[in-house]
């Protein structure tokens, strides 16, 4: 019964047709994309600016930024730890978590 389309006509009876998109009526649409599209090549812009400021910082600064956070956190593992092999240890402890800190800088 569901499938007669008398059925469906007189469900509807009183509702207002929604138009494809609400919005188009005001040019909201229009703003939000243009708004969408200034945020996505800011965000690209910004990327790229980031890098080069690396590039840019005094060398203090630089390494602040990319590897003393990994560093202080292998040679805090490291002088908890006390391996017989060190350096190893600190090395494999870089490569093993090198994700986390590349996200940060």
Known sequence: MADDPADTDQS?????PVTENPHAEYGLTENIQ???DHEKAGA???????KVDLQALPTRAYLDQTVV???LQGLSVLAKDRPPNPIEY??????????????RS
Do not use: C, D, W, Y
Request: charged content about 30%; aromatic content about 6%; hydrophobic content about 40%.
């Open 90 to 103: 600190l090395a494999a402890f870089l490569l093993k978590n090198k994700g986390q800190f590349e996200e």
């Open 12 to 16: 509807m009876e009183g509702h207002t």
């Open 69 to 71: 956070p990994i560093l």
């Open 44 to 50: 690209a812009e910004k990327t790229s600016k980031q």
């Open 34 to 36: 243009r708004i969408v």
